[in-house]
């Protein structure tokens, strides 16, 4: 089992920044693939973001490349997904989601992530 807690959400302004962080407890985090995702209401979850298990990949949907950068400190068991440049349609739960080494998938699809924290609200205003 690993356990995922998500803070860093809140109310930023449209243009401001946040930082995600996602502390991991249980299981070794180094074996584990990293994934961000997010669901506004009334919509389906999507991929946001996923970095390899040492950090040297990163991944992105188009809606963030260039504006959210995401990283990982395995000594902290933690990974971070900042955001900057936020805009009205970056609001949303976000969730981070952990990915076994020891299978095969796409980091792109939530179906392929083996645990899920409980997620952090995102809110963007004017």
């Known amino acids: 089992q690993v356990q995922l807690v998500e803070s860093g959400g809140g109310l930023v302004q449209a243009g401001g920044s946040l930082r995600l962080s996602c502390a991991a407890s249980g299981r070794t985090f180094s074996n584990y693939a990293m994934g961000w995702f997010r669901q506004a209401p009334g919509k389906e979850r999507e991929f946001v973001a996923a970095i390899s298990w040492s950090g040297g990949r990163t991944y992105y949907a188009d809606s963030v490349k260039g504006r959210f950068t995401i990283s990982r400190d395995n000594a902290k068991n933690t990974v971070y997904l900042q955001m900057n440049s936020l805009k009205f349609e970056d609001a949303a739960v976000y969730y981070c989601?952990?990915?076994?080494?020891?299978?095969?998938?796409?980091?792109?699809?939530?179906?392929?992530?083996?645990?899920w924290g409980q997620g952090t609200q995102v809110t963007v205003s004017s």
């Open positions: 989601a952990a990915f076994s080494n020891l299978k095969s998938g796409s980091y792109y699809y939530s179906e392929y992530y083996d645990y």
